[in-house]
C-alpha cells in the first residue's frame, strides 16, 4: 500500500507543526513535571505520536505500527551492540 504523506494536513503550517510537536511535549511533560519512569513516559510518547500520525496526519493505522516497531528494532541494534561491548571489556578487566 503506498501512503503519501501530507506535511501540512490542517493548511497551517504551524498549526500542523504544534500538533506534530504533541508527543515531543507528552514525553517530556511526563519525565519533567509528572516524574514518571523514562520507560512509561517514552510509552506514553509512542502512543501520542501513533495518535497523532492515524488521527491528524491521515496515516494508516497498520503502516503506523509497523513503522513503530521497525523504530523499535533499529534502536536496539545500536543499544545491544554497546551493551555486548561492554560485556566484553568488563571480561578483560
Known sequence: MVW?????????MVISTALAAIPVVVMLAALGF?????HIAAGMGLVA???VAVFV??????MAGRAAML???T???????IVLNIIFLHQLT
Open 4 to 12: 503519501q504523506q501530507i506535511y501540512d494536513p490542517l493548511g497551517n
Open 34 to 38: 509528572f516524574h514518571i519512569k523514562a
Open 49 to 51: 505520536a501513533l495518535l
Open 57 to 62: 496526519y491521515g496515516m494508516p493505522a497498520d
Open 71 to 73: 523504530g523499535g528494532f
Open 75 to 81: 534502536g536496539l541494534l545500536p543499544i545491544g551492540w
